[in-house]
Nanobody
Framework: QVQLVESGGGLVQTGGSLRLSCAASGLDFSSAVMAWFRQAPGNEREFVAAISWSGTSTYYGDSVKGRFTISRDNAKNTVYLQMNTLKPEDTANYYC?????????????????WGQGTQVTVSS
């Protein structure tokens, strides 16, 4: 059974930083594409970032480019999202997603496995 467990969310002021982690189990992590999505109340789920199985390819949503960095540690079965220069509009529930796929994607439909999410709140 695949499990994805996010952590690291919380309350931060505008301009601050947070680092999210997603610990995976029950899948071949070293061959899985990993991604982060977010969803704010009343909004659709939004793509944030994705990383290839090797970590050599990354892709970001336009709203977070230059501020967020996705990375992974295959030895620890963990993917990270470093979030800098946070803005109130980054407030959302952040979800980790995984799929055994050869290429990264910004489409939520690609990802079969999802975590429960971790809340990030940025105060103005």
């Amino acid at each position: 059974q695949v499990q994805l467990v996010e952590s690291g969310g919380g309350l931060v002021q505008t301009g601050g930083s947070l680092r999210l982690s997603c610990a995976a189990s029950g899948l071949d992590f070293s061959s899985a594409v990993m991604a982060w999505f977010r969803q704010a109340p009343g909004n659709e789920r939004e793509f944030v970032a994705a990383i290839s199985w090797s970590g050599t390819s990354t892709y970001y949503g336009d709203s977070v480019k230059g501020r967020f960095t996705i990375s992974r540690d295959n030895a620890k079965n963990t993917v990270y999202l470093q979030m800098n220069t946070l803005k109130p509009e980054d407030t959302a529930n952040y979800y980790c997603a995984a799929e055994q796929a050869p290429l990264i994607s910004d489409s939520a439909a690609l990802y079969q496995h999802w975590g429960q999410g971790t809340q990030v709140t940025v105060s103005s």
